[in-house]
């Protein structure tokens, strides 16, 4: 069975107790159960992990080689500095697509730039907590397309 890696960073495991208008009121766990029971359906396995560190997700990007066929990668602040994560997946090849909650577009400045994006196969962000199945589906999609 085709199996997906759905890695998130700093700071998400706080989702559903502050700034909801922002990020939405799901916890990171009901998440996971959306995204765990939506990939049954697509006959994709996840594993779902969440890291407040840079090495920690590097090293899962690194560990995906052989196991995952796909990462879906919600980098978090990480995105907008984190050349390591660009590295890391430029040199594991494995096909990446950056996630956001948020329109990273629409907020700060600082967060319209991201490092992520120019090793990803593409950037979902702004549709919540829904951007998880939309990017499992489009990884599926991706994945299949080029078998
Ligand atoms: O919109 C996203 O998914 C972000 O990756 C979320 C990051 C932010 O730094 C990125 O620019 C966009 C922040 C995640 C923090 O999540 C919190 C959730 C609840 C309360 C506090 C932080």
């Known amino acids: 069975m085709t199996s997906l890696l759905i890695l998130n960073g700093p700071n998400l495991n706080l989702l559903g107790t502050r700034e909801p208008e922002i990020y939405g009121a799901v916890t990171l766990e009901e998440i996971e159960a959306t995204c765990v029971a939506y990939g049954e359906t697509k006959s994709v396995s996840i594993t779902f992990l ?35 994560l660009h590295d890391a997946i430029v040199g594991t090849q494995i096909p990446t697509i950056e996630l956001h909650l948020s329109n990273i577009h629409k907020r700060e ?21 829904a951007g998880y199945n939309l990017a499992i589906n489009a990884m599926v999609g991706h994945l299949e397309s080029n078998n």
Request: a negative charge; charged letters at 10%.
């Open 109 to 129: 400045e600082f967060r319209h730039h991201s490092y992520i994006a120019r090793a990803a196969v593409g950037v979902i962000c702004g549709f919540g907590a």
């Open 50 to 84: 969440q890291s407040n560190h840079e090495g920690v997700l590097v090293d899962n990007i690194h560990a995906a080689t052989g196991t995952h066929a796909g990462i879906i990668l919600n980098a978090g602040a990480f995105t907008h500095t984190s050349i390591a």
